[in-house]
């Protein structure tokens, strides 16, 4: 069983950055898919970003290319989302989840193991 604890949510001025971590239980952490979902208010959990084990490959939705960054700390059991310039539409509660085998994949449904959340607010 892996458990998955989110912190470093908050409100943030739009244009803003803040760093999101995800502390993981699962001590095989350093083989597993770990990835960031967020979902708003009234739609559905949308992929933010992903990462395999080793830390080499990484993805990302298209709509926070080159203001998010994904990483992570093996020896830390820890993933990490710094996300800068933030704006209103980024504004969700972000959910940090995991899969054991595989690839990184963008659909909610390939994690079988989600955090609580953290809510992230961009004011205008």
């Known amino acids: 069983q892996v458990q998955l604890v989110e912190s470093g949510g908050g409100l943030v001025p739009a244009g803003g950055s803040l760093r999101l971590s995800c502390a993981a239980s699962e001590r095989t952490f350093r083989t597993n898919i770990m990835a960031w979902f967020r979902q708003a208010p009234g739609k559905e959990r949308d992929f933010v970003a992903g990462?395999?084990?080793?830390?080499?490959?990484?993805n990302y939705a298209d709509s926070v290319k080159g203001r998010f960054t994904i990483s992570r700390d093996n020896a830390k059991n820890t993933v990490y989302l710094q996300m800068n310039s933030l704006q209103p539409d980024d504004t969700a509660v972000y959910y940090c989840a995991a899969r054991t085998i595989g690839n990184v994949l963008t659909y909610s449904t390939a994690y079988p193991y989600w955090g609580q959340g953290t809510q992230v607010t961009v004011s205008s």
């Open positions: 990462i395999n084990g080793s830390g080499l490959t990484t």
